[in-house]
């Protein structure tokens, strides 16, 4: 689903000003993937299809801006990360660019010192990784930036406990 299927899912409008409520009361908000987009929605940037489906295990960039702050530094240990989404979103205005990757120019983002919005994905696990490739197989599809279930669950195995390693100590720095 997207930020633009409210028709089908009714939840999202009020889930959108559930967030805007809560950037606006100064408190601290992780945003991941489908999070990350509704994040970048509540803040007035447009959220639309991505020019390919990224779905598998690709490297994370931090950028420059990235690398110059705490959290943007822990992003860029993370190395390889999952990618499982169809849409992007521009960045926010007064948001810092934390991370891209080669198939999605806006992988993560932090809005003042609490909002932090991720489009990849740290927090799966094996178990989850093979319900992915189970629930969501019609996502798919072969293209240059889509990995077949086999190869995503053989490479969940070794990456998936680092990379919660990695959100912990990220919730960690970030405000609470």
Do not use: K
């Amino acid at each position: 689903m997207g930020v633009g299927d409210g028709a089908a899912h009714p939840w999202l409008a009020p889930e959108l000003q559930h967030i805007r409520a809560a950037i606006a009361a100064g408190r601290s908000l992780l945003g991941v993937c489908l999070g990350a987009q509704l994040i970048a929605a509540a803040l007035g940037a447009a959220v639309y299809p991505n020019p390919v489906r990224e779905i598998g295990w690709f490297p994370l960039h931090p950028t420059p801006a990235g690398q110059g702050h705490p959290l943007g530094a822990v992003l860029g240990a993370a190395g390889t990360v999952l990618h499982w989404h169809g849409d992007t979103f521009d960045l926010p205005a007064g948001a810092l660019h934390l991370a891209s990757s080669a198939a999605c120019a806006r992988q993560a983002f932090l809005y003042g010192d609490r909002v932090l919005a991720l489009q990849c994905h740290l927090e799966v696990t094996p178990a989850a990784v093979a319900a992915l490739c189970t629930h969501a197989s019609a996502d798919l599809v072969p293209g240059p930036w889509v990995q077949d279930a086999a190869s995503l669950q053989a490479r969940a195995a070794t990456h998936c406990a680092p990379l919660q390693a990695l959100l912990e100590t990220l919730l960690d720095r970030l405000p609470g």
